[in-house]
């Protein structure tokens, strides 16, 4: 297995160095199934905070923390960064519209999209304003403008670019999450996924309409051409649902990862000892 180490690298790297030779020490031994018939080469770690990864369409990938995001190309090189601490922390990033990035900011209940080179696209949007006091989760919308999923009302809302409400489910009973993880919104071809973490997912159809309740009880929810990309005890693995076919991207005894997100390109996964990047 070939590794190649970025030329960015800092003292806090070398102190995990040790770590991190064990790890490479027994991912040699373990069996990797690639995305493709092409071998993964580990090609990148990073061991600055990171709170979030995400990866878009066109296989670029996403870190972020505190009020910070930094894209970055297929082989791990900085793109761009954006950060504005007057939004407060950073949420959650939805980058599945690339040319389109939202940025949710849950404390000050606020949205900002960014543009391709992380640029605004227009003003941030005050989600009081529109008469939520409480969102929970936020996602980028294919149709145009996003989805939003009300904590007090207990309702996921689609916004068109005008703001207009243009889809609402009916009330939802839903379980309670008490581990402090943020809920999740994302599109997917023609339906919503909201992932309540370590309880279940739901599933609602462009209108709105509830169509399914799926008992996967994941922290993260990443999707890649349909599958749930996940982590487990000494894996990370794609499963079709429910409950279908699994896809192993990488098996290691020990390996705890907290999530993971794939592309065209490869995969990056987030661990208590940094953030890696496999690339085939």
Not at 122 to 128: A, F, Q, R
Not at 170 to 198: A, C, F, H, K, Y
């Amino acid at each position: 297995m070939k590794l190649l180490f970025s030329t960015s690298l800092t003292s806090s790297t070398f102190s995990t160095f040790s770590t991190f030779s064990t790890f490479l020490s027994l991912l040699v031994l373990s069996t990797v199934f690639p995305l493709s018939s092409a071998a993964q080469t580990l090609i990148k770690k990073w061991t600055l905070p990171v709170s979030g990864i995400t990866s878009d369409a066109l296989g670029r990938w996403y870190l972020y923390n505190s009020s910070r995001v930094t894209k970055y190309a297929p082989n791990g090189d900085s793109l761009y960064t954006y950060s504005d601490k007057t939004l407060g922390t950073i949420g959650f990033v939805d980058a599945s519209d690339p040319f389109r990035i939202l940025l949710f900011y849950p404390g000050l209940n606020r949205i900002q999209f960014l543009d391709k080179t992380l640029s605004l696209l227009g003003s941030p949007i005050y989600l009081n304003d529109l008469g939520h006091e409480n969102i929970t989760a936020a996602a980028t919308s294919h149709l145009g403008g996003f989805w939003v999923f009300d904590g007090v009302a207990q309702k996921l809302i689609h916004y068109d670019h005008q703001l207009q409400q243009t889809a609402m489910s009916p009330t939802l009973t839903l379980p309670e999450s008490d581990n402090g993880r943020p809920w999740q919104l994302t599109e997917s071809e023609d339906q919503v996924l909201l992932n309540i973490p370590e309880k279940e997912i739901r599933v609602f159809d462009l209108f709105g309409n509830p169509l399914k309740r799926i008992p996967l009880p994941v922290s993260f929810l990443h999707l890649y051409q349909g599958k749930f990309c996940l982590t487990g005890p000494d894996k990370i693995f794609m499963q079709e649902e429910p409950l279908g076919q699994i896809t192993i991207l990488l098996k290691q005894p020990g390996l705890s990862a907290f999530e993971v997100t794939v592309s065209s390109h490869g995969f990056l996964f987030r661990s208590a000892d940094g953030v890696f990047l496999f690339q085939q």
